[in-house]
């Protein structure tokens, strides 16, 4: 099967072009055109150059939807740079990861939860676990959910879970600098679970696009944890995620005692890519830091 029918996606001009790069390439050219199509995928952050396609690729022929990263990732693969270390996850809608294969780049599935129907507050409730509506309902007896802006304070109740499992907290510069970034776009939202004599039991951190509301980090006081406030949070950003996006997507975990966590509130287990390479040097290093990290604890 070979490119006999243009993709809605790209004008007839431009489509001409792209074969008859393809052309040039398939006759053994050495070229290196500049690209003809520029594709933006929002809910993956990733700008696309297209600037051929194969006339004769078979794989390829049944593209005519945004699947178009494949033609993408099919021409220009060779030109995704030797990197010594890279690490990076995929959204959901991104599933085409042969160039980075191709180009000696290994890639392997995770897993999110994703609810993908807001609409009902009454159907997101009976979706939850037993044990998930019983936290909720004691947590609302106590304590009091506030939408704050208060970063210093989130990172601080953030960090203790991370204290109590005996690993190195994130960086708060990171934190800093995407809390920036969301504020300015107005696209995030930070949640206290506060009790009367306003102690923090628990914070979560949720971002938002223009279709789907991630829960991009949470924690809680270890010393407060029977509180259910966790539980809390996480339905209350669901809540407020109904009223401006059309997807709550749980960022995912690996971890098992996370991953129990999030299932319990409904959600479809939905795959993601992660991409990687590391070099020989590009390990060692990765090594070095890792250790590091741990000696300074």
Known sequence: MSWTSRPSFIDEASFAQLLANGHCTAGGEDIDP?????????????????????????????????????????????????????????????????????????????????LRDLSSEQALWAGLAGNI????????????????????????????????????????RRL?????????????????????????????????????????????????RTSGAGSLLVWEAIRRASADSQVFDFEGSMLRPVERFFRAFGGRQTPYPHVSRATRVGGVALTIRANAKRWAR
């Not at 599933?95 to 995770?110: D, K, Q, T, V």
């Open 34 to 114: 500049v690209p003809v199509v520029k594709l933006f995928t929002p809910d993956a952050n990733a700008t696309w150059l297209l600037t051929e396609i194969d006339p004769d690729d078979e794989d390829l022929g049944e593209t005519s939807r945004l699947r178009n990263v494949a033609v993408e990732g099919h021409v220009t693969w060779r030109k995704l740079p030797a990197v010594v270390v890279f690490h990076q996850n995929f959204s959901t809608s991104f599933m085409n990861c042969l160039p980075f294969i191709w180009a000696g780049y290994r890639a392997e599935f995770r897993y999110t939860y994703q």
């Open 176 to 224: 800093e600098r995407i809390d920036a970034a969301c504020a300015k776009r107005d696209a995030r939202t930070i949640l206290f679970a506060c009790d009367e004599a306003d102690q923090v039991h628990a914070v979560a951190y949720t971002v938002r696009d223009r279709r789907t509301t991630y829960y991009l980090m949470g924690g809680g006081d270890p010393h407060l």
């Open 133 to 172: 509506r019983r936290e909720i309902r004691k947590a609302t007896r106590q304590l009091e959910v506030r939408e704050v802006t208060d970063v210093d304070r989130f990172y601080r109740v953030w960090a203790k879970t991370f204290e109590r499992q005996g690993v190195a907290a994130p960086d708060r």
